[in-house]
C-alpha cells in the first residue's frame, strides 16, 4: 500500500531532498515549512511523481502546527513516516557572548517545535499501531565543539527525545530513529551566519555531504522491512572526522 510521509523543514537542504527522494519512490508527501513559495513549487514540480500537500506553518507556533496537522484532508491524514527535520543552527558564539534570541530560536525550533509535530502526529500512530518516526539530530548531538553550546544542546536533546520516543512507542510497533550528520552544504551555513559571507567559506577546500547523501539514507531507513528498524546513524564526508577534524586543502 502506498505510504503517506511528513516532512518538516522540506522547503530547502536535506527535506528537499528527502521529499524528492520519496516522491522517486511514489510515496505521498505532507511538506511543510514557512516560505509558502517555495512549498507551492515544490508542491507543483514533486506532483509530477506523486500526491503532495502542504503545510504552511512555523513549528514555533503551537497552535498553528495542531491546526495544520488537524486541517489534513482525509487522504493524507493517515501518517505512516514522520521526518523531522526542520532545524537550524542560529549563531556560533562563546557561550558568555550568545545571544539570547539565537538561543530561543534553536530550543524552540530543534527541541520543542520537533515535539509539537510529534505530539499532533503520534496519536494516528499509537491508534494504528504503526508508523515511523526519524529525527534528523546532528554530529553535533553526539560531541560538543567550541562556540557550538547551545545548538549542540539542542541536538544532544533530540537525541535524548529520539531514545525515550523509541522507548516509549515500542509497545506499539511504532519504529523511531535518528540521522545524524556531520557538515551538509544546505542553506544551514547561511542562516548560521545570518548572510554573512563567512558562510560561502564553510564549504570550501573539501567536498561536504550533500543534502541527497542524507535522503539517501533516510530513504534507506524507511525502506528496510517490517522488523528492521535503524535506531541511529552518525555520517560524515569523508574529510570530516569529528566536529572539529576536517581535512581541507592547504
Ligand atoms: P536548511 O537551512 O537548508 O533547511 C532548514 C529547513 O528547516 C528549511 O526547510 C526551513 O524552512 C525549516 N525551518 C527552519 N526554521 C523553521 C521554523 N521555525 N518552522 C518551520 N520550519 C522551519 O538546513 P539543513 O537542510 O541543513 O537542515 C535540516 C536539518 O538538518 C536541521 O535540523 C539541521 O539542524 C540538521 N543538520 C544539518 C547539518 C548541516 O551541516 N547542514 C548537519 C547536521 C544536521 P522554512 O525556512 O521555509 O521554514
Ligand atoms: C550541523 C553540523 O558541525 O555545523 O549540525 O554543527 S555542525
Keep these: 500500500m502506498t505510504k503517506t510521509a511528513l516532512i518538516t523543514g522540506a522547503t530547502s537542504g536535506i527535506g528537499y ?140 536533546a533530540v537525541l535524548a527525545i529520539t531514545e525515550g520516543m523509541r522507548i516509549d512507542l515500542n509497545p506499539y510497533g511504532i519504529k523511531v530513529g535518528s540521522v545524524n550528520p556531520g557538515l551538509v552544504e544546505t542553506e544551514f551555513s547561511k542562516v548560521r551566519f545570518k548572510g554573512d559571507k563567512i558562510a560561502d567559506t564553510i564549504y570550501q577546500g573539501y567536498k561536504a555531504l550533500q543534502a541527497e547523501d542524507v535522503a539517501d539514507v533516510i530513504y534507506f531507513a524507511i525502506s528496510r522491512p517490517p522488523h528492521v528498524n535503524i535506531a541511529d546513524v552518525l555520517m560524515f564526508c569523508t574529510a570530516q572526522a569529528s566536529s572539529t577534524i576536517v581535512n581541507k586543502e592547504n
Design 17 to 156: 531532498a528527502t521529499a524528492s527522494e520519496f516522491a522517486i519512490h511514489g510515496i505521498n508527501l505532507i511538506l511543510c515549512g514557512r516560505r509558502l513559495e517555495r512549498l507551492e513549487t515544490i508542491q507543483k514540480d514533486l506532483g509530477k511523481l506523486t500526491n503532495v500537500h502542504i503545510l504552511n506553518f512555523d513549528v514555533r507556533d503551537r497552535e498553528a502546527t495542531f491546526k495544520a496537522i488537524e486541517s489534513l484532508p482525509e487522504k493524507f491524514r493517515n501518517i505512516d513516516i514522520l521526518i523531522n527535520n526542520a532545524g537550524n543552527a542560529h549563531g556560533l558564539d562563546p557561550i558568555n557572548e550568545g545571544s539570547i534570541d539565537d538561543w530561543d530560536a534553536m530550543m524552540d525550533i530543534n527541541v520543542k517545535g520537533l515535539l509539537y509535530v510529534s505530539k499532533a502526529v503520534i496519536p494516528g500512530m499509537t491508534e494504528r499501531k504503526s508508523g515511523h518516526i526519524i529525527n534528523i539530530g546532528s554530529s553535533a548531538g553526539k560531541e560538543v565543539y567550541p562556540k557550538g553550546n547551545v545548538y549542540c544542546g539542542s541536538k544532544h
